[in-house]
């Protein structure tokens, strides 16, 4: 019928995350605020490579080994204080004059810590013959191989998002990634660096976001997130970081299974606020 529109509830809000500084570890908060780029302080820093590339675990590993979180909220527009935890378990505060320098010697290469700007077009660094662990790249991107692939890939003007400025992954999607691969495997949220992960019905398991695409996702009183595309991964999902283990199943397991797509990016419809217990609706 022409004009009928669904609207039905596909979860709560499990969990929410922010992630400072792109590739460290972030933080998982109770409630955060989401605008038109979306969740405020999200990837609103990185490290610069001497060459002018953006750094990313995709290719350095060793960056999830770092944390970073902010001392206060940040307000759009305002940078907040923030703080780096380091391998070694020191604190380092962002906006110290060696904040870079330190960095570079804990990386064991120069980098400067930078905050987004508003206009600058970046390239994040990635390694054609690790980027997608050890599934060969043709089977990844048809046509496409270790020795055309580029190695590295354009950021949305502006920011350092990957592609969009918010992701969002459904639990029951882990559960069923989890079946395929089988015993030990930990399927832990943290290894997608969703924004918001959803726990949905416990009887619906799949690659459950596929059924998201079409419509829109309204998340507590206000939020809506629009215009979802499929989130193709790569090996940042497998690798060790904090209690999880190094697993270079998840990826080959997402490549047979699914194309490679784990989770949605979304932009951003209508800001507001979301906390953790909010209800997700699907409207379509």
Same mark, same amino acid.
């Given at each position: 019928?022409?004009?009928?529109?669904?609207?039905?509830?596909?979860?709560?809000?499990?969990?929410?995350?922010?992630?400072?500084?792109?590739?460290?570890?972030?933080?998982?908060?109770?409630?955060?605020?989401?605008?038109?780029?979306?969740?405020?302080?999200?990837?609103?820093?990185?490290?610069?490579?001497?060459?002018?590339?953006?750094?990313?675990?995709?290719?350095?590993?060793?960056?999830?080994?770092?944390?970073?979180?902010?001392?206060?909220?940040?307000?759009?527009?305002?940078?907040?204080?923030?703080?780096?935890?380091?391998?070694?378990?020191?604190?380092?505060?962002?906006?110290?004059?060696?904040?870079?320098?330190?960095?570079?010697?804990?990386?064991?290469?120069?980098?400067?810590?930078?905050?987004?700007?508003?206009?600058?077009?970046?390239?994040?660094?990635?390694?054609?013959?690790?980027?997608?662990?050890?599934?060969?790249?043709?089977?990844?991107?048809?046509?496409?191989?270790?020795?055309?692939?580029?190695?590295?890939?354009?950021?949305?003007?502006?920011?350092?998002?990957?592609?969009?400025?918010?992701?969002?992954?459904?639990?029951?999607?882990?559960?069923?990634?989890?079946?395929?691969?089988?015993?030990?495997?930990?399927?832990?949220?943290?290894?997608?660096?969703?924004?918001?992960?959803?726990?949905?019905?416990?009887?619906?398991? +799949?690659?459950?976001?596929?059924?998201?695409?079409? !419509? *829109?996702?309204? %998340? @507590?009183?206000? &939020?809506? =997130? /629009?215009?979802?595309?499929?989130?193709?991964?790569?090996?940042?999902?497998?690798?060790?970081?904090?209690?999880?283990?190094?697993?270079?199943?998840?990826?080959?397991?997402?490549?047979?299974?699914?194309?490679?797509?784990? +989770?949605?990016?979304?932009?951003?419809?209508?800001? !507001? *606020?979301?906390? %953790? @217990?909010?209800? &997700?609706? =699907? /409207?379509?």
């Amino acid at each position: 019928m022409d004009g009928f529109m669904e609207r039905r509830q596909i979860g709560v809000v499990q969990d929410l995350f922010r992630y400072p500084v792109k590739s460290m570890q972030g933080e998982r908060l109770h409630a955060v605020d989401i605008g038109v780029q979306g969740i405020v302080g999200d990837r609103a820093y990185a490290l610069r490579e001497s060459n002018g590339r953006i750094a990313t675990a995709k290719k350095w590993p060793a960056m999830l080994e770092f944390s970073a979180r902010y001392d206060t909220s940040p307000v759009p527009g305002a940078l907040a204080p923030l703080c780096i935890t380091l391998p070694d378990g020191r604190i380092l505060q962002a906006q110290a004059t060696d904040a870079s320098a330190i960095l570079s010697t804990m990386l064991n290469r120069p980098v400067v810590l930078e905050r987004a700007r508003s206009d600058p077009l970046s390239h994040a660094e990635i390694d054609p013959a690790t980027v997608f662990g050890d599934v060969p790249v043709e089977h990844v991107l048809p046509g496409c191989t270790t020795a055309t692939m580029s190695d590295t890939f354009p950021l949305p003007p502006g920011t350092f998002f990957d592609a969009a400025p918010i992701h969002i992954l459904a639990s029951g999607t882990l559960a069923h990634l989890r079946s395929l691969i089988g015993k030990g495997a930990q399927l832990d949220p943290r290894r997608f660096r969703p924004n918001i992960f959803v726990d949905t019905i416990p009887q619906n398991e +799949g690659f459950l976001e596929d059924g998201w695409l079409e !419509g *829109t996702l309204e %998340v @507590g009183e206000s &939020v809506q =997130l /629009v215009q979802m595309q499929p989130t193709l991964r790569c090996v940042m999902t497998s690798h060790r970081q904090s209690d999880l283990v190094q697993d270079l199943r998840i990826l080959r397991a997402a490549v047979q299974h699914h194309r490679n797509h784990i +989770g949605v990016w979304a932009s951003i419809g209508t800001s !507001g *606020t979301v906390h %953790v @217990g909010d209800p &997700v609706m =699907l /409207v379509r």
